[in-house]
C-alpha cells in the first residue's frame, strides 16, 4: 500500500522484498479469505504502550469508509460483510486475490517490484540514503520507507530484522511480545473438550494490565484458541516475558450472569444441574464444568447445597481458566510492542529521528483486536507514509 501511494504521488518506487513474491501474510490471513478491513471500528480495542491518542490520529488519516471504497474501487476487490462477526472479506473469498490486485496496482503505477531481496541495514548519507541488500551492490535513494512488519510467523518473511535496523538507528523500540495467539495448559485440564466451541466473555488481568473480549471459544489438544482467546492473549504473554507469570484468564461461559443462573438454579420438579446447564452450553462442556465445580451434573436441583450453587454460580459466570504458557510467535497473528509512536510523524509517518526515513504497519508499537483491524492499521498507516515520502522535494532556494 505504501509503494502504490508513493508511485501514485509521482516517485520512482522501488520495492524490495525479501521473498519470491511477497503478501505472505495476505495469502494466510483469515483461514485464507482475508478478512481485508473490520465493518466498524472501536479504536478503544487497539493496544499500544505510546500515546493512544497519537495511534487514533495515525489510524483516522484513512478513515475505515474510504478504505472501503479503494478496494472496491481502485483494486476492483467487492466487500462482503459477515454479519455475525463484523468483518469484511473479499467476496471471492480468496485472499489470494487481495494480494495480487496490491501487486497488479502497484506495477500499473509504475512500481518496480524486486523479490529475493533481503534488506541487511538502512544508513543514512549525506544526501539520502543507502540500502545494503544481502543480494547485491547498494541501492541508493533519497527516500526509504520501511514496512518490515514485525516477528510473528517468521516464514512469510518478516524475521524482525527491520526492528533491529531501526534501533541501530537510535528509534526506541518497545518490547516486543507475541499478541493475538493460543493459550497453552499443559497438562491440559479441559483435554477431553477439544474441538468443543462456545461463546464466552474471557478477561485477562495481570498487575497492569487488563484486557477482555467477547466471541468464540475454542478448547484444542494443547490448551484454548478462537478469538476471545486470542484477543487477550497478550496478557498472558507479557507476563510470561515479564517473568511474573501472574496473569489471571477467567471466563463467562454464557450470556447469563449472576442473578439469571440463580433464578436459573432455582428448584423445581425434577431437573438436574446438567440438565439445566446443558441449555446454554454445549453438553460435554455443561458436565466438565459442573465437575469442575466439584458438582455431579446428576444432581437434581433441589438437592443442591448452598455452597454448591455458589460455586457452580462463580464457575459459570467467573470461572478460573488455568494456563501454563502461549504458542508465540510462531502462531501469533501479530507481534506487540515495537517503535515508539512518539518518535514519528502522525500525518506524514516520517521518523522525527532521521528525515526522509517513514514508518508504517506491524513495525510500530500498536496492534488491534482479530477482525480486520490489523490491516487497517497497516493500510492507513501504508498509504500516509507513501503519499509523504512520494512527494517531490521541495526545492531549498
Ligand atoms: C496467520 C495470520 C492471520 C492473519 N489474519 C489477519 C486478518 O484476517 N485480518 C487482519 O487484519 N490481520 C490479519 N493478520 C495480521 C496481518 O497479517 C498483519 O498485521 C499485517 O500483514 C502487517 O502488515 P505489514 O506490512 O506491516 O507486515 P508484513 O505483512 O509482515 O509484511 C512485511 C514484509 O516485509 C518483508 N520483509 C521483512 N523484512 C525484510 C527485509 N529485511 N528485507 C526485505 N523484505 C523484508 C517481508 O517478507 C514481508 O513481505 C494475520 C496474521 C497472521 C500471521
Known amino acids: ?35 481485508i478491513l473490520p465493518a466498524r471500528v472501536d479504536e478503544r480495542r487497539f493496544v499500544t504502550d505510546s500515546s493512544s491518542n497519537t495511534l487514533r490520529n495515525m489510524l483516522r488519516s484513512w478513515p475505515l469508509e474510504e478504505q472501503i471504497t479503494f478496494c472496491e474501487q481502485e483494486l476492483s476487490l467487492p466487500l462482503v460483510e459477515e454479519k455475525e462477526s463484523a468483518k469484511l472479506f473479499p467476496a471471492s473469498n480468496r485472499a489470494r486475490d487481495v494480494r495480487d490486485s496490491l501487486l497488479q496496482a502497484a506495477s500499473r503505477y509504475g512500481v518496480r517490484f524486486l523479490p529475493n531481496t533481503s534488506v541487511a541495514n538502512v544508513a543514512p548519507q549525506e544526501a539520502g540514503w543507502k540500502i545494503e541488500t544481502q543480494e547485491g551492490k547498494p541501492i541508493e535513494t533519497d527516500r526509504v ?3 518490515t512488519g514485525g516477528l510473528s510467523v517468521p516464514n512469510t518473511g518478516s524475521d524482525g530484522r527491520g526492528l533491529t535496523v531501526l534501533a541501530e538507528l537510535g528509534h526506541t523500540v518497545h518490547p516486543t511480545y507475541p499478541a493475538l495467539t493460543p493459550i497453552v495448559a499443559e497438562p491440559a485440564p479441559f483435554a477431553e473438550l477439544a474441538g468443543v466451541s462456545a461463546r464466552v466473555t474471557i478477561s485477562g488481568l495481570d498487575r497492569s494490565r487488563h484486557s477482555t473480549a467477547t466471541g468464540g471459544f475454542l478448547f484444542t489438544h494443547r490448551g484454548y484458541s478462537g478469538p476471545s482467546v486470542l484477543d487477550v492473549s497478550h496478557v498472558v504473554t507479557r507476563s510470561r516475558l515479564e517473568g511474573d507469570a501472574g496473569a489471571r484468564l477467567t471466563v463467562r461461559w454464557t450470556g447469563l450472569d449472576e442473578a439469571a443462573w440463580e433464578a436459573a438454579l432455582t428448584p423445581e420438579g425434577t431437573r438436574t444441574v446438567g440438565g439445566v446447564l446443558r441449555r446454554e452450553l454445549p453438553d460435554r462442556l455443561a458436565d466438565a464444568l459442573a465437575h469442575q465445580a466439584d458438582v ?32 508465540g510467535y510462531k502462531k501469533a497473528e501479530v507481534t506487540g510492542g515495537g517503535i515508539d509512536l512518539a518518535e514519528v510523524d502522525p500525518r506524514t509517518m516520517e521518523s ?40 517531490p522535494r521541495r526545492s531549498s532556494g
Open 1 to 35: 500500500m505504501a509503494a502504490i501511494f508513493a508511485a501514485m504521488s509521482g516517485a520512482d518506487t522501488l520495492l524490495l522484498e525479501r521473498t519470491r513474491d511477497g503478501g505472505r501474510k495476505i495469502l494466510i490471513s483469515g483461514g485464507g479469505r482475508c478478512n
Open 352 to 391: 522525527k529521528l532521521h528525515p526522509g526515513l517513514f514508518l508504517c504497519g506491524e513495525l510500530l508499537d500498536a496492534f488491534g483486536p482479530i477482525g480486520g483491524y490489523n490491516f487497517l492499521w497497516a493500510w492507513a498507516t501504508g498509504r500516509a507514509a507513501g503519499l509523504a515520502a512520494g512527494q
Open 145 to 147: 520507507i520501511m514496512a
Open 296 to 327: 455431579s451434573p446428576s444432581r437434581a436441583l433441589a438437592q443442591l447445597t448452598r455452597d454448591q450453587r455458589r460455586r457452580l454460580i462463580e464457575m459459570l459466570v467467573r470461572g478460573s481458566l488455568p494456563w501454563t504458557g502461549d504458542e
